[in-house]
């Protein structure tokens, strides 16, 4: 079972671009999940991963990538069957879970 945390961070260069909402009902549909949004309390740990470790750039591109896709799909009312959204959100939350992981472990 995933660990669905909620987390805030920040750093330019590893955020993605928010994306608002223009659903009447208020749905949080577009809603921001970068790590710079999600961990501003591990900003020092984001910086740090940054500057040193190219591994943890690529998995944060490759996150922020897939959040984008999850944003875009959610704003164009979900032009997937529900279980392929269920499984890309799924996939989110375990890459945040271990780009969490990995900032704490450098605090």
Same mark, same amino acid.
């Given at each position: 079972?995933?660990?669905h945390r909620?987390?805030?961070n920040?750093?330019?260069d590893?955020?993605?671009?928010?994306?608002?909402?223009n659903?009447p009902g208020?749905?949080m549909?577009?809603?921001?999940?970068?790590?710079?949004?999600d961990?501003?309390?591990?900003?020092?740990?984001i910086n740090?991963l940054?500057?040193? /470790?190219? *591994?943890?750039?690529a998995?944060?591109?490759?996150?922020? &990538?897939?959040? %984008?896709e999850?944003r875009t799909?959610? $704003?164009n009312?979900?032009?997937? /069957?529900? *279980?392929e959204?269920?499984?890309l959100k799924?996939?989110? &939350?375990?890459? %945040?879970?271990?780009?969490?992981?990995? $900032?704490?472990?450098?605090?």
């Open positions: 079972m995933l660990n909620a987390y805030r920040g750093r330019q590893v955020m993605a671009v928010p994306v608002q909402s659903d208020g749905a549909l577009g809603e921001e999940h970068s790590l710079t949004h961990f501003p309390e591990h900003i020092d740990a740090k940054t500057e040193s /470790d190219p *591994d943890f750039v998995q944060v591109k490759t996150y922020n &990538a897939l959040d %984008k999850i799909l959610e $704003l009312g979900n032009p997937i /069957d529900d *279980d959204m269920h499984k799924n996939r989110r &939350a375990a890459m %945040k879970d271990d780009l969490y992981d990995r $900032l704490v472990a450098v605090t």
